[in-house]
Each structure stands twice: as C-alpha cells, then as structure tokens.
C-alpha cells in the first residue's frame, strides 16, 4: 500500500522560508511523477510543483522562482523549498505521487492516485 507523510509545516511570519517533506513508502514498482499541491478551504487544489525520477521539474509559472521541488531518492523523500512566504501562501500542503507510465508529472490533481494528508502552513503578516 503506497502512503505518503508530509511534515515540514508550521507557522512562519511573511517574508520567512519553510521546507516540507515528503516520505513515500509501501511501493513495489518506482513512481513515476510526484507532486505538491495546496489547498485553501472553500478552493479548489493548486498545483505547486512535480518532479520525475531523472530529477526534471516543472512548476505552473505562479510558483516558479519562489518554490522548489527537489528529491532524495535514496530516503524516497520528496522535498518543497518554499521562500519569501506572504499571507496568501497560507493553505494545507499536500504530496502526492503517480505510478502510470508515461503519465504527466504537471502537477494537475488528476495526474496523481495516491496522496498524503497534509501538513499546515500558517503565514503571518
């Protein structure tokens, strides 16, 4: 069963930096995409950043220069530098991951089946 655990968040004042992790276990064949996403209650769920395995990323141009996704492949942890962080940066951060071959690693929601719980980032002003 693949889990992914997201910790990292937390409460920052604006201007400040913090980096989320991302463990994934439990899989028997490698993923083919991870992802962050974002999600503010009463909005739909943003997409921050995705990764494959040979390290290319790809960043929705929002969060391009301000966020970045990195991976360690031998801890399976998928990581999300985020910096100068405003008010608007506040949501529940979620990873999530995708074993389809050939799948697009953008992070859209529909490209990804399996997802972790989320972790709270708080920014004040």
């Known amino acids: 069963q693949v889990q992914l655990s997201e910790s990292g968040g937390g409460s920052v004042q604006a201007g400040g930096s913090l980096r989320l992790s991302c463990v994934i276990s439990g899989y028997t064949s490698k993923w083919h995409a991870m992802a962050w996403f974002r999600q503010v209650p009463g909005k739909q769920r943003e997409g921050i950043a995705g990764?494959?395995?040979?390290?290319?990323?790809v960043y929705p141009s929002t969060f391009e220069g301000r966020f970045t996704i990195w991976q360690d492949s031998v801890k399976d942890t998928v990581y999300l530098e985020m910096n100068r962080l405003t008010p608007d940066d506040t949501a529940t951060y979620f990873c999530?991951?995708?074993?389809?071959?050939?799948?697009?690693?953008?992070?859209?929601?529909?490209?990804?089946?399996?997802w972790g719980h989320g972790t709270q980032v708080t920014v004040s002003p």
């Open positions: 990764i494959r395995p040979d390290d290319n990323t």
């Open positions: 999530a991951a995708g074993f389809r071959p050939g799948e697009s690693y953008f992070p859209r929601p529909q490209n990804f089946a399996y």
